[in-house]
């Protein structure tokens, strides 16, 4: 079976993400055709919006299938990543600019990359299952994928506690934080979605939308705001030693197991996709971080600990949060000069 589903139905044009025993995790050849199938069908008259989904019970998309990486990186092969992160960050700039409506299905996990294929759409739908996270510090890396201008957008400072802790949003939290948009029950989703083909209308999602269940993020408001409204990751460690609460609990055990480094620059361009700015900033941000992070950062060793060996403990280049200096920061996030993404491949 093909890793990828695309067709035409109705008036739909329709994307399904088609690995479920990998979760559906998202290969450079699916970033591809997933762009390709944008590119066709943005001035076919008989589209009139597009559908994606995952199959399987599991996960709309668990993430990047990042083996690959981990196996060029091992090889000291530092243009397979790189490649690979223009390529899908120019299909997560092109999905969030695009001119017709995308209803997304974001069923079981979506993680990391399947944030970039799922949240960026005009209409995100969630479910009993749904399992939103951006969970990139736990491997060393930073959110990425446009993910930091979502999480820049979420209320308060709730963003920087996402994006750092990687604690996973159920349809409540998601909604809340800005990650999907209309909470539909999971039963009701094979006929909606031929309704949706049969008459290319998104305003009918509303006829079946009902209200999702309480955001836990509302009443751990007040607490994160306290704590992660720092200008940088010293100031909100600082912050949690003298703050307690159920947020701030959660916060400090998700937060001791990932990368100091990648921590330290994701609170860093969360603030500045907050001042401002498009998709394209907020990506070009990440990519200084992801260019560089094979070769300088905790990545490799992240992948290793988590699915390689799969022994969930990492040796960090830095051993705590105090370890990280400006300097480490500003090596990760420079300007890359002539190596920048060039957004011109977007039109």
Request: net charge negative; charged share 25%.
């Amino acid at each position: 079976m093909p890793d990828i589903l695309i067709r035409k139905d109705g008036a739909a044009g329709r994307i399904t993400l088609n690995r479920p025993k990998a979760l559906n995790a998202l290969t450079w050849d699916m970033c591809l055709a997933i762009e390709k199938a944008l590119d066709d069908w943005r001035a076919d008259d008989d589209v009139a919006l597009i559908l994606i989904d995952g199959a399987g019970d599991r996960a709309f998309c668990s993430g990047g299938d990042i083996a690959e990486m981990y196996a060029t990186g091992k090889r000291s092969d530092l243009d397979y990543g790189r490649r690979f992160w223009r390529d899908e960050y120019r299909l997560n700039a092109k999905t969030f600019n695009y001119p017709k409506p995308i209803v997304t299905f974001l069923h079981g996990f979506t993680m990391g990359g399947g944030v970039g294929v799922g949240c960026h759409a005009s209409h995100r739908i969630v479910c009993e299952t749904s399992q939103i996270a951006m969970p990139e510090c736990t491997i060393g890396l930073v959110p990425d994928v446009g993910g930091s201008l979502i999480l820049a957008r979420a209320p308060g400072h709730s963003g920087e506690y996402l994006g750092l802790t990687g604690d996973r949003m159920d349809a409540g939290d998601a909604i809340y934080a800005g990650f999907a948009d209309h909470f539909v029950a999971h039963n009701l989703w094979n006929d909606l979605r031929g309704r949706l083909a049969k008459g290319g209308d998104p305003s009918i999602i509303l006829e079946v939308a009902t209200a999702p269940p309480k955001a836990r993020l509302i009443d751990w408001q007040s607490e994160i705001d306290t704590v992660f409204a720092g200008d940088n990751l010293h100031d909100i460690y600082e912050a949690m030693r003298t703050k307690a609460g159920p947020a701030i609990e959660q916060a400090r055990k998700l937060m001791d197991r990932n990368a100091p480094l990648a921590m330290a620059v994701g609170a860093q361009i969360i603030k500045a996709a907050r001042l401002g700015g498009s998709i394209e900033s907020a990506l070009d941000r990440e990519f200084r971080y992801t260019y560089r992070c094979v070769a300088q950062g905790d990545f490799i060793e992240g992948i290793r600990a988590a699915i390689i060996d799969r022994d969930r403990n990492p040796a960090w280049q830095h051993q705590s949060w105090r370890d990280v200096s400006e300097k480490d920061v500003l090596q990760m996030t420079a300007p890359l000069g002539d190596q920048a993404l060039q957004w011109e491949e977007t039109s």
